[in-house]
Each structure stands twice: as structure tokens, then as C-alpha cells.
């Protein structure tokens, strides 16, 4: 397997797997019915509950991907489909996979999702796809998907041409093929695929769940590994063990990763609305000095006998230096000053969070243009 290059295997291949081990559909009939007893049937969904009901339903229904019943199920599902297809390598998972309702004649309530390939929408060529219809899915109601070639043609005339959407679409409904498939099969394709979905003009809603995995490696454009994607096998619990009574900052770097192309204010507001959610009453706000890499007020702040907890927006908040990055760890464990990770909701405050930090950034990288990397210019 090359890194970030086409792979035959996930080349729009519809694969069957064993329903009965994962039968996706009833999981998802028992959840809807657990809160919505009125929904019978998936597929006459639109017939009990108004479009602009919809969009807050999916929601609530998806949350049941946050568990960690979910999650095990998810894995072994993946690990099923996937693991052959990667040739062994080690790889993270989607941590919430999209649940997708198209109802009848959607564009007439403005729910229609037009044509995109993955990168357009953050992701990177290192990741793969997995869509799983949970109703019966064809020609109008199922996703529509391009080939390979004529993806990558329709990109770069994008490109090239500066095409408006509506050329875009019209470009993409030349070469789409409806993704027709049944509860019990999944289509596999790659994040150059376009893809998108048309007017549904059958007498149904569909319903299917996406979910793409991350190979060690691989480039995933702006959907980060921590964050967007969780470590396989790995079924973290939610964060119960703050000690609020601690004084707490919250610091922001505006140098890093993370924080260089996100206005102060909106990572701060992010900020602001975690800590209330667990509880914590910063004590002050301040920033890193500009175009000061090695972070000498990060340091100060772990040192300060005043000061026991520090709120990073994100582990990309802080230094990519692996040896500087080490020594502010240690700092930290030295000093008993906790660091709380708000975007992968780490508190690392003992050995094994630090390994489990340490795992995740086997897999970040240098985060290179993902439409470049797969032969694109602009």
C-alpha cells in the first residue's frame, strides 16, 4: 500500500458484509425507537416528523455513536472491513461517523448535499471511506459517485476554470453513478472520489452512517488525529477527574499549529465554553509572545507555584518540537501542574495519559497540501 495514492481495493468497490454480526439497521431502529417511539419505520420517517424537525433528530440520534458500546461495535466492523484492505497497518477511526436522512424530494426543503470530493471538505488522501446504507438505498435516494479519472479531471478544470457550483454540479451528474446498495453492504472509495447526493424522487427516506479510517502516515488535511479521529481499540471515558478547585489558565499560542489561522476570539469563546461545561473558572487568558517558537511564557506558567492547571485548545497548541514539548511534560509532572487538552479531552497529569498522547503523534504529520499530494495544481 502507497501512502496517499489510489488504492484499487477502495476504488468505489461494493463489498458485502455479514448482516447478521452487524446488523446495522436494527442498532439504529432500536436507538430511534428508545426516544421516538412514533418512528415505526426508517424508511417513513418524513411522514411523522416536519424537514426542519430533522436535522436536530439526526443529533440526537447520533449521539449514541459517542458511546462506548457504539464504539466497540464500530471497531470490529471496521477492523473487519478494513484491516485486509490496509495490508496491517495500523490505522485510528472516525470518532463519531455522520448519519445521513435523505427524505423525499429534499431540495424543495433545501437539504440537498451537492457534489464535493472529501478534500474539499478537510479531508486528507490518507484516509478511506466507508458508507453503509442502513435502508435501502438506489437511484435517486442513494449517493451518487464519480469515477476516479473523471474526479480528477473535474478538479483541476475546477481549478483551472474557476467554475461556479452549478457548472461543478453539471460536470458531476455527467459522469455520477448511484451508489445502489442494501443493509448489509458497504461502498469503499477515497477522498479525490466526488460525490454527492441528488434530488430523491422515490417514496422513501434513506438512511446510511459514513465513517473513514486514518492510516499511520497518511496525510489528513484539517481533520486531525485526537480530535476528528480516536485511536483504534482505545474507548476513552469522559473527563470526571478535574480538580476545579485548582487555579486554572487558559493560554493560547497563537504561533502553533492549531491556533495561526483561527481568530483569538473564536478559539477563546471554544475555550471559555469548555470550561464552563467541566467546571473550571480560569484565573486569566494570556497569549504566547508572537514569533517566540520555544514558548518562554508557557514555561513561566508551568512554574509558577501560583498556577496548577493549564487549558490548551488543542496538543497541536503548543509546540511541535517532540524534545521541547518533553521537557514542558516533565516541567509539568515536576511542579504537579495539570495540562488539559480541550479539542482530544486529555488531562495529563500521569503516565499513562502521556502515553496516549504520545500515540496520537505517531500519527500527526506535516499536514501537506492533500489536492497537491495527489498530482493537482491551482
Not at 481495493?9 to 455479514?18: E, M, P, S, V
Not at 451508489?179 to 446510511?208: K, V
Not at 484539517?222 to 474507548?235: C, D, Q, T
Not at 506558567?301 to 497548541?317: A, E, M, R, T, Y
Amino acid at each position: 500500500m502507497e501512502l496517499n495514492k489510489l488504492d484499487h481495493r477502495w476504488d468505489n468497490q461494493l463489498i458485502d458484509y455479514d448482516q447478521n454480526k452487524f446488523n446495522w439497521r436494527q442498532y439504529f431502529i432500536d436507538a430511534v425507537q428508545e426516544k421516538y417511539p412514533q418512528v415505526t419505520e426508517l424508511e417513513k420517517l418524513h411522514e411523522v416528523m416536519k424537514p426542519n424537525e430533522i436535522n436536530d433528530f439526526v443529533w440526537d440520534i447520533q449521539r449514541i455513536c459517542k458511546t462506548e458500546e457504539f464504539a466497540k461495535k464500530l471497531d470490529d466492523f471496521v477492523d473487519h472491513i478494513a484491516r485486509e484492505r490496509l495490508d496491517g497497518a495500523d490505522f485510528m477511526v472516525q470518532d463519531v461517523v455522520g448519519v445521513r436522512v435523505v427524505i423525499p424530494n429534499q431540495s424543495k426543503h433545501g437539504r440537498t448535499l451537492n457534489f464535493h470530493q472529501g478534500i474539499w471538505f478537510g479531508h486528507g488522501p490518507g484516509m478511506f471511506s466507508i458508507w453503509s446504507p442502513i435502508t435501502e438505498a438506489y437511484d435517486s435516494n442513494t449517493m451518487q459517485i464519480l469515477p476516479w479519472e473523471a474526479s480528477r479531471d473535474i478538479t483541476q478544470n475546477t481549478y483551472n476554470e474557476q467554475w461556479n457550483y452549478q457548472k461543478i454540479q453539471q460536470e458531476c451528474l455527467k459522469h455520477s453513478i448511484p451508489c445502489n446498495a442494501s443493509p448489509g453492504q458497504s461502498w469503499l472509495f477515497q477522498q479525490g472520489h466526488l460525490h454527492g447526493n441528488i434530488n430523491n424522487d422515490t417514496d422513501i427516506t434513506r438512511w446510511s452512517f459514513d465513517t473513514r479510517v486514518l492510516v499511520k502516515g497518511g496525510n489528513y488535511g484539517r481533520r486531525r488525529p485526537g480530535g476528528y479521529f480516536r485511536l483504534f481499540g482505545e474507548y476513552r471515558q469522559p473527563l470526571s477527574n478535574i480538580d476545579t478547585n485548582k487555579t486554572w489558565i487558559n493560554y493560547i499560542d497563537m504561533n502553533s499549529r492549531f491556533c495561526e489561522t483561527t481568530p483569538f476570539f473564536v478559539t477563546s469563546m471554544i475555550m471559555q465554553q469548555f470550561c464552563k461545561d467541566v467546571g473550571i473558572e480560569p484565573a486569566d487568558y494570556p497569549l504566547e509572545l508572537s514569533f517566540c517558537h520555544w514558548e518562554p511564557m508557557l514555561e513561566d506558567f508551568i512554574k509558577d507555584p501560583n498556577i496548577q492547571g493549564i487549558v490548551f485548545p488543542s496538543i497541536l497548541g503548543m509546540t511541535y518540537d517532540k524534545k521541547r514539548r518533553d521537557e514542558f511534560i516533565d516541567m509539568a509532572f515536576a511542579n504537579n501542574t495539570d495540562l488539559l487538552f480541550v479539542d482530544e479531552r486529555i488531562l495529563l497529569n500521569n503516565d499513562k495519559e502521556r502515553e496516549y498522547l504520545d500515540k496520537i503523534f505517531e500519527y500527526i504529520n506535516d499536514e501537506e497540501d492533500p489536492d497537491l499530494l495527489l498530482g493537482h495544481t491551482r
